[in-house]
């Protein structure tokens, strides 16, 4: 695994200070992120939070009114077909043909980004078994569900085999079984390239992301890696049920017990400072006192309170 | 990469039964015409005989055909044009062409030759018809090879024009609409002034048809190609630029 860490340091898409407005709102205000190879970054937000309009940019779909993106070395606007060429990129809506079959679809689209008759040809057989699709080439792309049009989105995205990957919500309109496939190609695309995606699932960010970017009125709220998020998130509540429960004053004396909250039927939850261990004592304490223990789970803050209260803290701050 | 994407762009014609409906009707009405202009030809020629200098078959039938199908040509290329780029700006799928390796000059172009070959198709098959009179008449080819260059350069134009139309609005049926106004307006723009004055020379050159009347004459004068070649260059040119700013504005 020495290759893997040692590709991890390339820098596959370094974006500077990007701003851009529509008129008079602010949609994306100096945004600036690297994406090396190897990691998957997902990006949060609430609706209207400058996400789609950072990826479009990045995509080269939509010009920045300042700032600069550079995709493996090449600026986007000085030399865009070198730069484009590396992207793969997943709008929001998967930009399909009606009228096309989904094997025309994609072989146009990988002749689009440069591949001859032969190699699109093998690429196209090659994404459809990646992404499930090897039923329904002859299918129109208009008469399929949307969770087949978002995996032929998927499938031309990585067509031409890019480095980078930019995907706009990519498990939205999928089923369950179904967005645990694609989570799990993510990921695995995620191995030797960069992705990019964009989601309002938090679930996705969890099981696929290596790194997360919150972002909240076109600014970058938090950036960085899961792994830190997981340190903010470390579990600072027990939640247990007695049959036999003493008084809230009693539990409150526990060790390394903060604050007890009763939440009726003999369950309490109890609030303690992070990297406490309480749960060897309480549980020497339920036995010495009778207490009859039959429920001790340790609750995480969610992702999504921690999500929560970093949009909130900020709006709230302005 | 133009001719991946004119491939494309011919293909969604075909798959669409628009396509299919114009060249049939086309065809018909065109086919009826010229049983008229043949019959009318016939009843006519006992006195021409008489005549020096007379006008011959491909004056008489040939090039009013030719002149007709000019006008079916005004009426159905904005109805051909119409979905070019308002319906891949509709549907999204423009976010592929734009986040593709291919530059703004390459997708117009594409499209532009994409349309073009169907436009192209049509006027040969329509040009095809007075060939049969070969097998009764004698034809005068330099002619009619002069009035087949005028039609293609006609179309041509027009799908420059309504190529650019399509690409300002995301509306298939607003683009036909304005394409058809512009494309009469410049067929017409000749009819206000008598041809003598300094302005009404200047509307006479900016007609579309008048340029087209002499090499339905068998005339082909440098000066008519060139400005048909002026127009197409630069209805061209402003897509190409509406497209950049597309990328701009969002």
Same mark, same amino acid.
Do not use: K
């Given at each position: 695994m020495l290759v893997e860490s040692v590709m991890t340091e390339e820098i596959l898409v370094s974006v500077e200070r990007l701003s851009r407005r529509y008129g008079e709102t602010q949609a994306v205000d100096g945004v600036s992120f690297t994406l090396g190879r190897g990691q998957v970054l997902g990006f949060l937000g609430l609706n209207g939070a400058g996400k789609s309009t950072t990826m479009r940019m990045v995509a080269g779909v939509l010009a920045p009114d300042a700032g600069r993106i550079l995709i493996e070395g090449a600026d986007l606007l000085d030399q865009p077909r070198q730069a484009k060429q590396a992207i #793969?990129?997943?709008?929001?809506?998967?930009?399909?043909?009606?009228?096309?079959?989904?094997?025309?679809? @994609?072989r146009y689209s990988a002749r689009l980004h440069g591949l001859d008759r032969a190699a699109s040809h093998r690429a196209v057989a090659g994404v459809k078994e990646r992404c499930g699709l090897a039923d329904v080439g002859r299918r129109l792309t208009g008469n399929l569900s949307k969770g087949y049009r978002q995996r032929v989105g998927i499938a031309q995205a990585m067509l031409h085999d890019p480095p980078v990957l930019i995907l706009d919500e990519p498990t939205v309109g999928l089923d369950p079984v179904q967005t645990r496939e694609i989570r799990a190609l993510i990921r695995e695309l995620g191995q030797e390239r960069g992705v990019i995606l964009s989601t309002h699932l938090l679930p996705d960010v969890q099981v696929t992301c290596s790194h997360v970017q919150i972002m909240q009125s076109g600014r970058l709220v938090y950036a960085g890696a899961l792994a830190d998020l997981r340190q903010r998130r470390?579990?600072?509540?027990?939640?247990? #049920?007695?049959?036999?429960?003493?008084?809230?004053?009693?539990?409150?004396?526990l060790p390394a017990i903060s604050r007890v909250e009763e939440l009726g039927g003999g369950r309490f939850r109890l609030?303690?400072?992070?990297?406490?261990?309480?749960?060897?004592?309480? @549980?020497?304490?339920?036995?010495? #006192?009778?207490?009859? @223990?039959?429920e001790l789970t340790p609750e995480n803050a969610s992702l999504e309170q921690i999500f929560v209260d970093l949009t909130l803290e900020r709006e709230t701050a302005e | 990469m133009i001719l991946v994407i004119a491939a494309r762009e011919l293909r969604g014609l075909f798959l669409s039964p628009l396509a299919w409906t114009l060249l049939a009707v086309i065809q018909a009405l065109l086919a009826w015409i010229f049983i008229i202009l043949v019959n009318d030809f016939q009843n006519a020629q006992g006195r021409l005989a008489g005549l020096e200098h007379a006008l011959g078959v491909t004056d008489l039938v040939v090039a009013?055909?030719? +002149?007709? $199908?000019?006008?079916?040509? %005004? %009426?159905?290329t904005p109805l051909l044009t119409m979905r070019l780029f308002s319906e891949e700006q509709r549907t999204g799928t423009l976010d592929l062409l734009l986040s593709a390796p291919v530059s703004a000059t390459e997708i117009v172009l594409g499209k532009y030759l994409g349309v073009l070959t169907f436009l192209l198709s049509m006027v040969a098959l329509m040009a095809l018809m007075p060939q049969v009179l070969m097998a009764g008449a004698t034809l005068d080819v330099g002619k009619l090879l002069a009035g087949w260059l005028g039609l293609s350069l006609l179309a041509a134009s027009f799908a420059s024009a309504g190529l650019y139309l399509s690409s300002l609005t995301t509306q298939p049926i607003v683009a036909a609409t304005a394409t058809f106004g512009l494309l009469l307006a410049f067929w017409i723009v000749d009819v206000a002034g008598d !041809?003598?004055?300094?302005?009404? +020379?200047?509307? !006479?050159?900016?007609?579309?048809?008048?340029?087209? *009347?002499?090499?339905?004459?068998?005339?082909?004068?440098?000066? *008519?190609?060139?400005?048909?070649?002026?127009?197409?260059?630069?209805?061209?040119?402003? $897509?190409? +630029?509406? %497209?950049?700013?597309?990328?701009?504005? !969002?």
């Open positions: #793969g990129y997943l709008p929001e809506q998967p930009p399909l043909y009606r009228e096309l079959t989904v094997d025309e679809q @994609l470390q579990s600072t509540c027990l939640r247990i #049920g007695l049959n036999a429960p003493p008084s809230v004053a009693e539990l409150a004396t609030h303690h400072p992070a990297g406490a261990a309480p749960s060897a004592a309480l @549980l020497e304490q339920a036995r010495a #006192g009778g207490w009859d @223990l039959w | 009013p055909l030719f +002149r007709v $199908t000019a006008w079916a040509l %005004l %009426l159905l !041809g003598q004055e300094e302005a009404s +020379r200047l509307f !006479g050159y900016l007609s579309l048809p008048r340029h087209n *009347d002499a090499l339905l004459l068998g005339l082909a004068r440098s000066e *008519d190609v060139a400005y048909y070649l002026l127009f197409n260059a630069a209805f061209l040119g402003m $897509t190409i +630029r509406r %497209l950049d700013n597309l990328r701009l504005r !969002g």
